[in-house]
């Protein structure tokens, strides 16, 4: 089982800027991607943006704008998230793809941060 802390949510004016940071831990043997969705009341969750073996995938709507980064020592992944606007207010899922001790590919979602982007 892996357990994936997430911080970094809040509220923040339009134009503003947020780090969201989720911090992996558990039976890990490898870490195949990475990455943070997002979930806006009413809608269905979407891909924001993702890491695999250090390229970097991006939403149309946040590319230019946000920066994902991850550690691989600390099995930690952030996500930089500049130029805020109110369509960016969701929650905010981390997510990893990894395979566990036992040799199984597993997926793993954290809880979910609040990000409210104010007009």
């Known amino acids: 089982q892996v357990q994936l802390v997430e911080s970094g949510g809040g509220l923040v004016q339009a134009g503003g800027s947020l780090r969201l940071s989720c911090a992996a831990s558990?039976?890990?043997?490898?870490?195949?991607?990475m990455g943070w969705y997002r979930q806006a009341p009413g809608k269905q969750r979407e891909l924001v943006a993702k890491?695999?073996?250090?390229?970097?995938n991006y939403a149309d709507s946040v590319r230019g704008r946000f920066t994902i980064s991850r550690d691989n020592g600390k099995n930690t992944v952030s996500l930089q998230m500049n130029s805020l606007k109110p369509e960016d207010t969701a929650v905010y899922y981390c997510?990893?793809?990894?395979?566990?001790?036992?040799?199984?590919?597993?997926?793993?979602w954290g809880k979910g941060t609040l990000v409210t982007v104010s007009s």
């Open positions: 997510n990893v793809e990894y395979v566990d001790r036992g040799w199984s590919a597993m997926v793993s």
């Open positions: 558990g039976s890990i043997f490898s870490i195949n991607a």
């Open positions: 890491i695999i073996s250090g390229r970097t």
